[in-house]
T-cell receptor, first 112, second 115 residues
Framework: DQQVKQNSPSLSVQEGRISILNCDYT??????FLWYKKYPAEGPTFLIS?????DKNEDGRFTVFLNKSAKHLSLHIVPSQPGDSAVYFC???????????FGTGTRLKVLA | ETGVTQSPTHLIKTRGQQVTLRCSSQ?????VSWYQQALGQGPQFIFQ???????GRGNFPPRFSGLQFPNYSSELNVNALELDDSALYLC??????????????FGPGTRLTVL
């Protein structure tokens, strides 16, 4: 049972445009969500997080949106840069636990 | 401040053998979590240690066990290796704080191949 789903295995975007990565979840007990970026031969790197009490969190070029009623979150990268090319994972944690559930990842390719 | 380090980077074992993977947490962190990432999948939570005690466990059999030491470094032990144990094993450290915000910082992983 995949509680966190990233339905797009890959995405290609032109440099300078917006990248939108999507994530859906099924567990209504999730209250904290994170995005990680992973380059080959490296561990995932924390990018941005959002608590369920918010619907938006912004950090520079990265913004995460949370729609609790739809159980959906998205990561927006504006403007996209070639260095953003990586695999992006969303992860979620249920209230009262420290166990993170990861999606299967979306490979982003930013074309110069 | 040093980041999370893991050793070894690669390992090849045969079925039935035992393996120990090591992790050094980021300075100041008191919690370590281990994940298994199979090819094409996201990391799957194995277990977490806080102050040398197991603090939560995922759906992994008892032959996956761990330790956390007083200096917050950690080991993952896997007994009776199976072919399906071939994966990237990731260690993540964090600071468990009252706010509950404990973003995890990952090491580069150990690539285990079981033949």
């Amino acid at each position: 049972d995949q509680q966190v789903k990233q339905n797009s295995p890959s995405l290609s975007v032109q440099e300078g445009r917006i990248s939108i990565l999507n994530c859906d979840y099924t567990n209504s007990m999730f209250d904290y969500f994170l995005w990680y970026k992973k380059y080959p031969a490296e561990g995932p790197t924390f990018l941005i997080s959002i608590s369920s009490i918010k619907d938006k969190n912004e950090d520079g070029r990265f913004t995460v949106f949370l729609n609790k009623s739809a159980k959906h979150l998205s990561l927006h990268i504006v403007p996209s840069q070639p260095g953003d090319s990586a695999v992006y994972f969303c992860a979620a944690r249920a209230s009262g636990t420290y166990k993170y559930i990861f999606g299967t990842g979306t490979r982003l390719k930013v074309l110069a | 401040e040093t980041g999370v380090t893991q050793s070894p980077t690669h390992l090849i074992k045969t079925r039935g053998q035992q393996v120990t993977l090591r992790c050094s947490s980021q300075s100041g962190h008191n919690t370590v979590s281990w994940y298994q990432q199979a090819l094409g999948q996201g990391p799957q939570f194995i277990f977490q240690y806080y102050r040398e005690e197991e603090n939560g466990r995922g759906n992994f059999p008892p032959r996956f066990s761990g330790l956390q030491f007083p200096n917050y470094s950690s080991e993952l032990n896997v007994n009776a290796l199976e072919l399906d144990d071939s994966a990237l094993y990731l260690c993540a450290s964090s600071l468990l704080a009252a706010t509950g915000r404990n973003e995890q910082f990952f090491g580069p992983g150990t690539r285990l191949t079981v033949l």
